[in-house]
């Protein structure tokens, strides 16, 4: 294997995605130092033991070879020339939508430090325009670094995948600060992939990343939306077939089939938030937000219509399975779960509602 100019990589935020990205960075042969506050999760990596739900952590975790994190920041970006910040954007609502004050307050500690000839790489979700007005700022004082945004799309369940090849979409989407700091992230991804199942790798500005992060979830929750109104269309015309409908038009290859499949509507950590996100930034810069408003809405309205379904085949009691955020999720995640929210309906029309499952958790 070549080696890699710049072999050290600094991951701030070890939470589910920062370790899954550390591992696969280490497995690819790069020194990984990671920096967490929650000396809990820094004695789990060192001494390699983690009892997360996400498929194959634990095992890769106990493979790791140069892996290691520390509570210290400047000790994480002393010999790193490329820092991911992979810390939570949690939903705050108002002008920003997301809470930005964990990402800035670490930009703000990487700018006390004067970190110098540094790549810093956005993981996490943001705003549109966030690098531009807000980041850059925040390392004003660093001299010769940069400021990139490289948002992951990786799935709930599939993370360690995901990342070597891009997730579900085959995509990697890289908002480089300049040309450098794109063939450094592109050498990367290209590393830590399978020869053959190499991502898509796009590069672009960091404000266009920004935009097109929220887009390409919510050409998917629009698809889901349609999708299911095509499906209650159908519902309501006799001899109509919704899953007849819905096959043919995934034929097409205008359309294709991923989200063309009839049934709940959408929910998880990423799809509600960032659809309501998108359309929150169109009001901002004076776009009309109309499809990502109507796609929100009727995902709403169609766990209404799922719920009169249920009641009107007038029982008195009513079971739910598989009440995670989307069917068979391979971690216990009920973030905006669908099902939940059609049972919840039923139980506020006065229905005994019974939920079987495993133990589910908000993360």
């Given at each position: ?162 990342y070597k090849t891009g997730g ?182 006065g229905k005994r509602v019974i ?9």
């Open positions: 294997m070549d080696q890699d100019p710049w072999e050290t990589i600094a991951v701030i935020g070890l939470g589910r995605l920062g370790v899954c990205f550390s591992v696969v960075l280490d497995e690819a042969g790069y020194d990984v130092i990671g920096m967490d506050v929650n000396e809990s999760i820094v004695n789990s990596v060192n001494s390699r033991k983690n009892d997360s739900s996400e498929p194959g952590l634990s095992e890769a975790l106990l493979r790791c070879r140069k892996f290691r994190a520390t509570t210290d920041m400047s000790e994480a970006v002393q010999n790193a020339r490329v820092i991911f910040i992979l810390v939570p954007t949690p939903n705050s609502g108002g002008r920003d939508f997301y809470n930005h004050s964990i990402l800035s307050n670490v930009l703000f500690k990487l700018n006390t430090l004067k970190v110098a000839h540094r790549h810093i790489v956005i993981s996490a979700t943001v705003l549109p325009g966030y690098i531009r007005s807000t980041g850059n700022f925040l390392i004003r004082d660093c001299p010769n670094t940069t400021l990139s945004y490289n948002p992951a799309f990786v799935a709930q369940g599939d993370i360690l995948e995901g579900w979409f085959r995509l990697v989407m890289i908002g480089r600060a300049n040309e450098e700091v794109g063939r450094i992230l592109t050498r990367v991804y290209e590393r830590i992939a399978p020869a053959d199942r190499r991502p898509h790798i796009c590069l672009m500005s960091p404000e266009s990343a920004e935009i097109a992060k929220l887009c390409s979830n919510c050409f998917r929750t629009t698809k889901i939306s349609f999708c299911n109104m095509v499906a209650d269309l159908a519902d309501k015309t006799p001899g109509a077939d919704k899953h007849e409908i819905c096959a043919a038009l995934g034929k097409d290859e205008s359309i294709g089939p991923i989200c063309m499949r009839p049934g709940y509507g959408y929910g998880g950590p990423c799809y509600p938030r960032d659809n309501q996100a998108l359309a929150l930034y169109a009001k901002q810069v004076g776009v009309n937000p109309c499809i990502p408003e109507a796609t929100h809405n009727y995902n709403e309205f169609h766990h209404d219509i799922m719920a009169e379904e249920c009641l009107r085949e007038g029982r008195e009691e009513y079971v739910f399975e598989d009440v995670t955020y989307k069917p068979r999720c391979a971690v216990a995640m009920i973030d905006e779960s669908p099902k939940l929210r059609v049972a919840y309906a039923l139980v506020k029309a939920i079987r499952d495993r133990q589910a958790s908000l993360v």
